[in-house]
Structures are given as structure tokens and as C-alpha cells.
């Protein structure tokens, strides 16, 4: 009986240890650019000012494709956000670019031909969100009036300090050209170039729609969708219904954590577990999952990285020289990671 016991606990012992083992060590190197970049993000907006956030109950577990969940969380996930600030940032709205040396009567001018031309001087992220066919399968039809809110968006994304300094980071790594025409058709490229995510259909997807606005499979299935202001904004419009969020039990999220594990329906579909950063701009996303994209040319990548108080796993899973999918996985949270290496 004492063997038999012995050998459970031996059993046991090799299993926990597998479990440890089978997470990748934190990425030092990938952790410093981060919180350069975390740092240089101006755009993002900060917790209990620019918005407020209700995590309230703990999911339970849902079978992929059921549509039948307990709602632990009868409030929204977002009780604030101040949209005045998030449409007045150049990469999340749009707007007239406007010269400020011009006389008044010119700047009204310009602005009447804009409106009239029906062209932004800015395309700013919100402006894409609309853009897509929600279903996969279905064949994305892109208008000339699209591609240049796709060039516009690109063009406001690279001009901020953020994706700047990823471009940098990169040139010295030898993965980009110093080159930026090249440099916004290699995003371009990994963001935008339309492929097959469905067989036997059209071009119906890309790594931003994938990743930032959202897709459903065959009606019973959300994927992708991992982006916190999509989410806010198909909330307000109650196309998307907040569960609860994910975690482990000693891991409880705070309204000011960066990054949530969270459950939601979205026109019905019930996503089981999804995840997003929380208040960061689009470039600092993009700048972020870019780089792990070009730094690995394994068809799926997980790296574990520290960004400012929250220990992470970023997946970046490729389609050919596109993106497929990319998302962060809250590990900890508020710096416990932290504490714990400090026992």
C-alpha cells in the first residue's frame, strides 16, 4: 500500500513539474523593448480617469460552441469611457488635418472640401472597425474609400513614438528596412493583406480583423476579437454581453490591470475564454505583437514578457507572411510575480 501510495505522489510529482516546466522562461530582452514602448505610449488611457472598468464575478467554464452561459456579471465590463479623449487621438479616430498657419476663412474652406471629397486627412483606428463581414467564409469586399483609411491609419500609426521606436528596435535586429515606405508595406503586409482563413471561399479575413475587430466561425464559434475598445464600443451598442472574467483563484484582476482573461457573447455567440490588453493604443498593440511576429518564424509563437506591472504570454500564430492571430494571457497581475521571485 506504502508503494502504491509512494508511487501516486512520484506520479503526481512529475505531472505538477510538467505543468512548470512547460512555460516558457520571462524573455528579458523582449521585456525591456516593452516597457520602452509602454512608456513612450502617450496614447493609452489611463484606469479610474479615461475610463472605468467592473471585472465583478468569475466565470464558469463553457464548452466551445454552447450557447447556453451563466452570466456572473450583470453590469457591463466597461461603466466609463471618456470618448471625447479616445476620438480627439489621432490613431483611434479620425479627423481634418488642419494647417495652423492657415487664415481662418482658408481653414473653413479646406474643411467644406473635405467633407464634400468625403476624405479624412487622419484615418484613425475606429474608422476600420466597420470595414469587415463578421462571418468567416464570407468574402471581404474592399472599397477604394477603405484602403485609404487603412493607408491614413498606418501612415498616423508610424508617426507616433511608440511604433517609432518598434521600426528602430527592428532596423538594428535585421528585420526591417530603415527604408519607411518599406517599413509601412512590411505592416502592411502582416496587418492588412487579405488571405483564406476559410477553404474553399474567397479572401475573407487579415490579421486586423482577426485580432482587432472580430470574427465568427460558422455561426457557433467567436474568434479573435481581442481588442478592449471594440469591445466597449459593440458593448454600448449591446451587440456583446460581458460574462465574467477568468483567472485563477489566487489571482483575482483589479479595474486598473493592463491586461484581462475575460468570457462574453457577441451577437449571440458565446466566446469561452478570450483576452485583451486594457486602455493601450493601437499602435502599441501592433508595435508589440509586430515585433514577436518578426522576431520567430515558428508557425506559433508564446513568449513570456513583464510589461510594467503585469507578467504575460503573448501568442502570435502566423498565416504564411500575415498575421493569424495574436493576444496576451494574463499570467499576474499588480507586480505579484514580482514579490513572489522576491521570496
Known amino acids: 500500500m506504502s508503494a502504491r501510495l509512494f508511487c501516486g505522489f512520484l506520479l503526481l510529482a512529475v505531472f505538477l513539474s510538467g505543468l512548470n516546466g512547460s512555460r516558457p522562461a520571462v524573455n528579458q530582452e523582449l521585456s ?35 450557447h447556453t452561459v451563466q452570466d456572473h456579471a450583470s453590469q457591463p465590463l466597461f461603466s466609463n469611457v471618456n470618448e471625447s479623449k479616445l476620438r480627439n487621438i489621432t490613431t483611434f ?89 518599406l517599413f509601412k508595406k512590411q505592416l502592411n503586409l502582416i496587418w492588412f493583406h487579405l488571405y483564406h482563413r476559410q477553404r474553399n471561399t474567397g479572401l475573407d479575413s487579415s490579421g486586423f480583423e482577426h485580432v482587432f475587430v472580430g470574427e465568427t466561425k460558422s455561426g457557433t464559434e467567436i474568434i479573435g476579437f481581442h481588442n478592449w475598445v471594440q469591445f466597449y464600443l459593440q458593448e454600448k451598442n449591446q451587440h ?26 457577441w ?11 486594457i ?16 522576431m520567430n518564424t515558428e508557425r506559433s509563437t508564446t513568449v513570456v514578457v513583464n510589461i510594467d506591472q503585469c507578467q504575460m504570454e503573448l501568442v502570435v500564430i502566423r498565416h504564411g507572411r500575415s498575421l493569424g492571430t495574436a493576444y496576451p494571457k494574463l499570467l499576474s497581475s499588480n507586480g505579484r510575480h514580482v514579490r513572489q521571485h522576491a521570496h
Open 279 to 294: 486602455g493601450t493604443s493601437p499602435e502599441f498593440e501592433m508595435a508589440v505583437f509586430t515585433i514577436v511576429f518578426l
Open 32 to 66: 525591456t523593448i516593452f516597457n520602452e514602448l509602454w512608456s513612450l505610449d502617450v496614447n493609452r488611457m489611463t484606469p479610474g480617469i479615461d475610463y472605468m472598468i467592473s471585472v465583478q464575478g468569475r466565470a464558469s467554464f463553457v464548452s466551445q460552441g454552447s
Open 267 to 277: 451577437h449571440g455567440v458565446v466566446k469561452p475564454v478570450g483576452s485583451a490588453f
Open 240 to 265: 456583446l454581453d460581458y460574462k465574467g472574467y477568468k483567472a485563477r483563484e489566487h489571482d483575482l484582476p483589479d479595474q486598473d490591470d493592463h491586461v484581462l482573461n475575460l468570457q462574453f457573447s
Open 93 to 181: 479616430s479620425s479627423k481634418c488635418v488642419v494647417v495652423s498657419t492657415l487664415s481662418l476663412n482658408i481653414q473653413i474652406v479646406f474643411a467644406v472640401i473635405t467633407v464634400i471629397n468625403g476624405i479624412s486627412g487622419l484615418a484613425g483606428f475606429m474608422t476600420l472597425l466597420d470595414n469587415y463581414e463578421r462571418s468567416t467564409g464570407v468574402t471581404e469586399q474592399v472599397t477604394t474609400e477603405e484602403l485609404t483609411e487603412m493607408d491614413l491609419f498606418l501612415d498616423a500609426v508610424l508617426e507616433t513614438k511608440v511604433m517609432k521606436r518598434a521600426h528602430q528596435y527592428l532596423v538594428r535586429k535585421g528585420q526591417s528596412s530603415s527604408d519607411l515606405r
